[in-house]
């Protein structure tokens, strides 16, 4: 397949798809692919940049073709044809065209990038600030440059190219009211307000929510004065759950198994300032034993609809041993999750917190991912905290199950439209293994070399490598710049399938600097199946 060259006007259709944006600046990208870069200061080749010359056009990007520009306009070699899926307005009507802003730089937002790439009616999908990896698959154009935390830096970028839908993936941007801004703008935007956002944003928030709606979770106590917690902690015994009530990326939760272990929590938050402002009040939450799950559901204000069920692994080592972390793999389904029980969290949980926030005047748009306790006791499912966009990497697999337009089913839920709207998943199961830097979730060595991903990714025509944490260092190389690094994915009939997949792309993954896991899915598979290798 080759390109052609083409004639510009300032709306053009290519492959049936209108993507109208300035068409200047679109001429001067089209000239650097076809040769003529002299003056190009903007490339769709993997990055979108306007002061990075090392990510300008050249002959050795030109190789890759239409792989790297399609993540911005298909090949006009390839044929079109309308897609009547779903669409926003429920009408079994053609889609309507959409460019996406993707906001993040980590493995959930590369997932994001390649399933709204996949979707037919998605003219382009950008990506900011992305990652190399990001860049490199052609599920995205990055743009390393464009300061997310600026508001208005986002807008101006959304109108100068016709962005027509924004999905905002960390959390930290939807607290700090990205969503508002974007709102106010009079853009389309997948993802909760600040006010909504404290479900995640503040523990304490979600714990009075759940008081006042009757949503089930673990008995708790907030505190701000040290002694007044340790006090409380004595009459109440160990093993106890001290969390940070603000956003600690991840590592405000500690699951204390002795008294010791919980006062010096407590310390650490309140005395030392551990998590800074994050940490100046703590919650003393009761211990529940059971299994984990990740639940998430979309929601457009009023009206919420499940997600595949998906089982998370947070502790860092073999077992469930060790310190949480954001995630060191997960799979999807969740055999835990039982049609029934599904049926139950979105009745006992997720409603009456969707109907409470409108009650409270903070309408929730977006994601909304329950982490829950199946307790062992009683069977019954208990929530544990709210997050307000997707877990990372529980996105993962069920981003490579989604079968249906995931542009549409997100402009549905931003237009309060979702009532009616169903989703489409691929049969069988998925499963990732995440790999995390040497020392993680403590210290780690940043700049590691990482090597043989594309035989990884050739051991199935199901698997897919998601980078969260990697760059190009001058020779090319992929290196290692964060704690969890890749996200190893496969999909495979069961779940036995899918994990040796994944398992089989790990193991060609030439990365001494890396570890991970080698038990994920060991809940749902026999135990057997986990005896460590040498």
Not at 320 to 337: E, F, I, K
């Amino acid at each position: 397949m080759s390109c052609v060259t083409l004639n510009l006007v300032p709306s053009i259709n290519l492959n049936g798809r209108n993507a109208s944006v300035n068409s200047a600046r679109l001429s001067n990208s089209l000239s650097c692919v076809f040769g003529n870069s002299s003056s190009s200061s903007f490339s769709f080749l993997g990055y979108l940049s306007s002061s990075d010359s090392k990510n300008r056009c050249d002959s050795r990007r030109v190789i890759k073709g239409c792989r790297s520009f399609s993540s911005v306009f298909k090949c006009v070699s390839q044929k079109s044809e309308p897609s009547v899926s779903i669409n926003a307005r429920g009408n079994g009507a053609s889609e309507e065209r959409v460019v996406v802003l993707v906001i993040g730089g980590g493995g959930r937002e590369h997932a994001l990038c390649y399933a709204l790439q996949r979707s037919p009616s998605c003219d382009a999908v950008f990506c900011a600030p992305g990652n190399a990896g990001i860049s490199n698959s052609g599920n995205a154009t990055c743009i390393p440059d464009l300061d997310i935390s600026d508001s208005s830096a986002v807008i101006s970028f959304c109108r100068q190219w016709n962005v027509g839908l924004v999905v905002v993936g960390p959390e930290a941007p939807l607290v700090a009211g990205l969503a508002n801004d974007l709102g106010k703008a009079g853009i389309l935007t997948f993802g909760p307000s600040a006010e909504a956002s404290a479900l995640e944003g503040s523990k304490n928030f979600m714990k009075s929510l759940c008081d006042k709606y009757g949503i089930p979770t673990a008995k708790y106590q907030t505190f701000t004065d040290p002694s007044a917690a340790k006090q409380y902690i004595q009459n109440q015994g160990a093993p106890i759950v001290i969390k940070a009530d603000g956003l600690a990326a991840g590592k405000g939760v500690i699951v204390a198994m002795t008294l010791e272990e919980a006062y010096e929590a407590v310390d650490s938050m309140l005395v030392k300032g551990a998590f800074g402002s994050a940490g100046c009040r703590v919650i003393a939450e009761e211990y529940l034993e059971g299994e984990e799950a990740s639940f998430f559901a979309l929601v457009d204000g009023e009206t919420a609809i499940p997600l595949e069920s998906a089982q998370d692994h947070k502790r860092v080592g073999d077992g469930d041993v060790g310190p949480n972390t954001g995630g060191m793999g997960a799979y999807s389904p969740a055999p835990v999750l039982t049609k029934e029980l599904q049926s139950l969290v979105m009745e006992s949980i997720i409603l009456p917190t969707v109907k409470g926030m409108a009650a409270e005047g903070c309408k929730f748009v977006g994601v909304l991912y329950a982490g829950l306790m199946i307790e062992k006791k009683s069977g019954l499912p208990k929530l544990i905290e709210y997050n307000v966009r997707f877990g990372d990497p529980e996105c993962q697999v069920l981003m490579v199950r989604l079968e249906s337009d995931l542009a549409q089913v997100l402009l549905a839920a931003c237009r309060g439209e979702l009532r009616g709207v169903s989703l489409n998943w691929s049969p069988g199961s998925a499963m990732v293994v995440v790999m995390a830097s040497k020392g993680y979730p403590g210290s780690y060595e940043k700049g590691t070399v990482i090597k043989n991903l594309e035989e990884a990714e050739n051991v199935a025509p199901t698997v897919q490598i998601f980078h969260a944490g990697t760059a190009l260092d001058a020779d090319g190389n992929f290196i290692a710049t964060g704690g969890r690094v890749l996200g190893v994915t496969a999909k495979g009939s069961d779940l036995q399938e899918a994990r040796d997949r994944a398992y089989q792309a790990v193991e060609e993954i030439n990365w001494p600097g890396g570890f991970y896991r080698r038990d994920i899915g060991w809940r749902a598979l026999p135990q057997k199946q986990f005896a460590a290798r040498k």
